[in-house]
């Protein structure tokens, strides 16, 4: 009985472990940006990790830039917030997402693997909607409140 609970203890810590992994890194930076994940604010610079549900923020005359994991590359503006909601990449078991929230300021964005492969598993919602990524690139700009 006892090797069983030990055995369900180390289960559930690599599942616990794998799902608290980096899903991508900031890659360049200019001026003040920030990744706050899990209640922790962290002065963006190139190899802060970015997880699940954190938040990249960038502040007046500001950009910042970040690759996931799929390739996938993201480049802000100016007075910029993104939550990236969710992130799944495990093509060979075809668990492939990537869903985030732009609640202002302005992306780049580049596809990645995941698009690719699954471009109906990529989206970005905004104020007024929610973009389905079906082409390699785009760009949008949310302006006032």
């Known amino acids: 009985m006892r090797i069983w609970t030990i055995l369900l203890g180390l289960l559930f810590s690599a599942t616990a472990l794998a799902e608290d992994a980096p899903i991508g890194y900031v890659k360049t930076r200019s001026g003040e940006a920030y990744v706050i994940s899990g209640g922790a604010k962290a002065q963006a610079?190139?190899?802060?990790?970015?997880?699940?549900?954190?938040?990249?923020?960038?502040?007046a005359k500001s950009s910042l830039g970040v690759t996931f994991k799929d390739e996938t590359v993201?480049?802000?503006?100016?007075?910029?917030?993104?939550?990236?909601?969710?992130?799944?990449?495990?093509?060979?078991?075809?668990?492939?997402?990537?869903?985030?929230?732009?609640?202002?300021?302005?992306l780049n964005y580049v596809s990645g693997v995941i698009a690719k492969l699954q471009p109906d598993a990529v989206s970005v919602t905004t104020p007024t909607?929610?973009?389905?990524?079906?082409?390699?690139?785009f760009a949008i700009m949310i302006e006032g409140e």
Do not use: C, H, N, W
């Not at 909607?129 to 690139?137: H, L, S, Y």
């Open 45 to 59: 610079k190139p190899g802060t990790p970015v997880f699940v549900g954190s938040q990249l923020k960038t502040g």
């Open 74 to 106: 993201m480049s802000f503006g100016p007075d910029t917030e993104l939550t990236v909601d969710e992130y799944l990449y495990a093509p060979s078991q075809g668990k492939l997402k990537l869903a985030s929230k732009l609640a202002k300021g302005s």
């Open 129 to 137: 909607g929610t973009i389905g990524v079906r082409g390699t690139r």
